[in-house]
């Protein structure tokens, strides 16, 4: 495993992916485990329009509970709460004493996660906190945290990431989502298109972390620190 081979790698290994369909990402959410009150939230949530779309999809919801309890995170992070069904897929897999800081912007949504994190019993593990990011995470300890979820402002990405990887402990894991936003990184026109892809460059190629890019959902770029 070469750990100096970043940025624009080229793969001689044959393709081997395969491009999902409906009916098979279907198939892949039913084969996920489920949890009552998060599909519950994906209803409520869909209900508020389009804006839904930033919710996290099931099988990453599915995904982050099963890393957090792996890694046996008792500290953890987000960036970006919106209605708390990120936060609560992070915050379950936590012991009980764990704890789960979740950073949002909107006081809308604060209110809405914050009901939601009653509903799941988890509001004594969960401390939201209101405001910008940014400010939050540069008024936390370094080195405390286990797992950090990046699914915020896509043109703070770039800070939110340097502020979570100062935050990890070593061996501590990183998510971020949207990291393809749509495809457009391939070929990016808007700001949040560029950052984007300038920010996937600068972590494939950066010694501080071991990255993998998954194409789930939007697709999520996981990052431990060395
Ligand atoms: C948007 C944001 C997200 O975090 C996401 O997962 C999907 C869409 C958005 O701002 O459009
Ligand atoms: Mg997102």
Same mark, same amino acid.
């Given at each position: 495993?070469?750990?100096?081979?970043?940025? /624009?790698?080229?793969?001689?290994?044959?393709?081997? $992916?395969?491009?999902?369909?409906?009916?098979?990402?279907?198939?892949?959410?039913?084969?996920? &485990?489920?949890?009552?009150?998060?599909?519950?939230?994906?209803?409520?949530?869909?209900?508020?329009?389009?804006?839904?779309?930033?919710? &996290?999809?099931?099988?990453?919801?599915?995904?982050?509970?099963?890393?957090?309890?792996?890694?046996?995170?008792?500290?953890?992070? =987000?960036?970006? %709460? $919106?209605?708390?069904?990120?936060?609560? #897929?992070?915050?379950?897999?936590?012991?009980?004493?764990?704890?789960?800081?979740?950073?949002?912007? &909107?006081?809308?949504?604060?209110?809405?996660?914050?009901?939601? $994190? #009653?509903? #799941?019993?988890?509001?004594?593990?969960?401390?939201?906190?209101?405001?910008?990011?940014? =400010?939050?995470?540069?008024?936390?300890?370094?080195?405390? $945290?286990?797992?950090?979820?990046? /699914?915020?402002?896509?043109?703070?990405?770039?800070?939110?990431?340097?502020?979570?990887?100062?935050?990890?402990?070593?061996?501590?894991?990183?998510?971020?989502?949207?990291?393809?936003? &749509?495809? =457009? *990184?391939?070929?990016?026109?808007?700001?949040?298109?560029? *950052?984007?892809?300038?920010?996937?460059?600068?972590?494939?190629?950066? =010694?501080? *972390?071991?990255? %993998?890019?998954?194409?789930?959902? /939007?697709?999520?770029?996981? #990052?431990?620190?060395?």
């Amino acid at each position: 495993m070469g750990g100096d081979n970043h940025g /624009d790698r080229v793969s001689t290994a044959p393709e081997k $992916f395969i491009a999902l369909t409906p009916e098979l990402h279907h198939y892949i959410v039913e084969h996920c &485990s489920g949890h009552d009150l998060l599909r519950q939230i994906e209803e409520r949530t869909a209900r508020m329009g389009e804006i839904a779309i930033m919710q &996290s999809a099931p099988e990453q919801a599915a995904l982050i509970t099963v890393l957090v309890g792996a890694i046996g995170a008792r500290q953890a992070l =987000e960036i970006g %709460t $919106f209605t708390g069904y990120g936060a609560i #897929a992070i915050a379950r897999a936590l012991p009980e004493e764990g704890r789960l800081v979740t950073c949002e912007a &909107s006081e809308e949504y604060a209110e809405i996660a914050r009901r939601h $994190f #009653a509903e #799941a019993g988890l509001e004594e593990r969960i401390e939201l906190a209101l405001g910008p990011a940014l =400010e939050t995470l540069r008024g936390l300890p370094a080195g405390e $945290f286990d797992f950090a979820y990046i /699914d915020a402002d896509k043109i703070g990405y770039p800070d939110y990431y340097e502020q979570a990887l100062r935050l990890l402990r070593t061996d501590g894991l990183m998510m971020l989502d949207n990291v393809l936003l &749509s495809g =457009e *990184v391939l070929d990016p026109g808007r700001d949040a298109a560029r *950052v984007m892809a300038e920010l996937n460059d600068r972590i494939a190629a950066d =010694e501080r *972390v071991e990255a %993998t890019m998954l194409g789930i959902s /939007d697709g999520i770029t996981l #990052a431990r620190k060395r």
